[in-house]
Every structure is written in structure tokens, then in C-alpha cells.
């Protein structure tokens, strides 16, 4: 199971869907993705795996990768057979659907949702790492070594 994402930063909504895939499918390669069309992010994509391990180091069967280029190909790098992805919205739920039919067609890789519990389901990185840059405390939104490391941020 290939749980991919740009993950910047990595929020509780990512860690409740990395724990409930995990408990499901037992083995869970988080990919923290790479690309190079977006414009640089918060963290570099060493401190987002960082990030990710320090926060999903209690979870058993969860292993955090580096990949560039498309989910597909990252998928077939570790083996995977399936990607899972999470839905907040009707909007998620559009672009991820196209998003799976497309990687199956290409690839046979299949797409799996699941959904964050209700109290993570409005946490997106865009708001977190817009509180964080207007210096608010986006803490009850992230995992402690994310907060940790977005109040070091906040201190440059």
C-alpha cells in the first residue's frame, strides 16, 4: 500500500489515514513526493520524510520514502499494488476519482479511499502553512514534531 503526498507539512488528518492503513493493509509506504513543478514549499522534501518518520515512528508497519515523478511509478518502486488516498470534500473526491481511473488505465495500480476522522477532515497543509507564516499556532493541527518544528520556523 502506497500512501503518496506532497505532505508539507505532514498534519494529523495524514497521520489518522497513514494509522488506519496501516491497521488494515499492515505494511505502508508513506512517499513523500517530489515536484518540481510547484514552487518551493515550507519544508524541503529531507525535512518532510523527516517529519513524516517523527511522526509515524509509533506506528507499526509504516516506512517513509523520498520519490519523484509520478505515484504510479513510486507505487512499482516498493512494490505496491494499491494507493490509498483520502477525501475530505466533493471537491477531493473529483479530482482524486479522475486522478485513480487515469493510474489504473496506465498501470493497473488500484486507488483505496479512506476517510479522516471528522475532527481532521477540514486540516489541509494550505492552512497550516498559512497560520504558521502569518505566525499563528496551527499546534492542534499537526503531530508534535511538526508543531515542534513549525515553531522553530516561526522563530527565523
Known amino acids: 500500500m502506497l500512501y503518496p503526498g506532497s505532505f508539507d ?3 494529523l488528518g495524514h497521520l489518522d489515514v497513514a494509522a ?4 488494515v493493509f499492515g505494511r505502508v509506504v508513506i512517499a ?8 518551493a514549499g515550507m519544508f524541503s522534501i529531507e525535512e ?26 513510486a507505487a512499482k ?5 494499491c494507493i490509498v488516498k483520502s477525501l475530505r470534500s466533493a471537491t477531493d473526491f ?3 476519482s479522475q486522478m485513480a481511473h487515469t493510474n489504473y488505465t496506465v498501470s493497473g495500480v488500484r486507488t483505496m479511499v479512506l476517510f479522516a476522522l471528522p475532527e481532521h477532515a477540514y486540516i489541509s497543509s494550505r492552512f497550516v502553512r498559512e497560520i ?6 496551527a ?13 522553530s520556523r516561526a522563530r527565523r
Open 9 to 11: 507539512p505532514f498534519h
Open 20 to 23: 488506519q492503513a496501516a491497521s
Open 32 to 39: 513523500v513526493m517530489h515536484n518540481p513543478e510547484k514552487s
Open 48 to 73: 518532510r520524510v523527516q517529519l513524516a518518520k517523527d511522526s509515524t515512528a509509533h506506528l507499526a508497519g509504516v516506512t517513509v520514502e523520498a520519490h519523484a515523478g509520478l505515484a504510479i511509478d
Open 77 to 81: 518502486k516498493t512494490g505496491a499494488t
Open 94 to 96: 473529483d479530482v482524486e
Open 132 to 137: 504558521a507564516h502569518y505566525g499563528g499556532d
Open 139 to 151: 499546534s492542534a493541527m499537526v503531530p508534535a514534531p511538526v508543531a515542534k518544528a513549525l515553531a
